[in-house]
């Protein structure tokens, strides 16, 4: 499994934006598509987004489509989740994950993670 680091949390203002970074290790992580997930205070872990091993495809829960980025660089083995126009319903703590997959990421897919960084987002 690779590793994974994530990075880039904190508080934020509604309006504001903060850029996630999850730095992997251990596996050649251009054979990983790459995920975020969150979990809100008292829900289920959700999906937010993913890209495929290239960089080439792109997925978007429908709340964060158009505030939300997610890219990687390959050559640095990271991937990174840019949010934009945040709202407190964005608080959570945000997850990122590892789908050693070439193919389109369903979430069972997904079994590597890291350990968590937590975003709040104040009214």
């Known amino acids: 499994q690779v590793q994974l680091v994530e990075s880039g949390g904190g508080l934020v203002q509604a309006g504001g934006s903060l850029r996630l970074s999850c730095a992997a290790s251990?596996?050649?992580?251009?054979?990983?598509?790459m995920g975020w997930f969150r979990q809100p205070p008292g829900k289920e872990r959700e999906f937010v987004a993913a890209?495929?091993?290239?960089?080439?495809?792109?997925y978007y829960e429908d709340s964060v489509k158009g505030r939300f980025t997610i890219s990687r660089d390959n050559t640095k083995n990271t991937v990174y989740l840019q949010m934009n126009s945040l709202k407190p319903e964005d608080t959570a703590v945000y997850y990122c994950a590892g789908a050693r997959t070439f193919a389109v990421p369903k979430p069972a897919d997904f079994g590597s993670w890291g350990q968590g960084t937590q975003v709040t987002v104040s009214s």
């Open positions: 251990g596996r050649t992580f251009s054979n990983y598509a």
């Open positions: 890209i495929n091993w290239s960089g080439g495809s792109k």
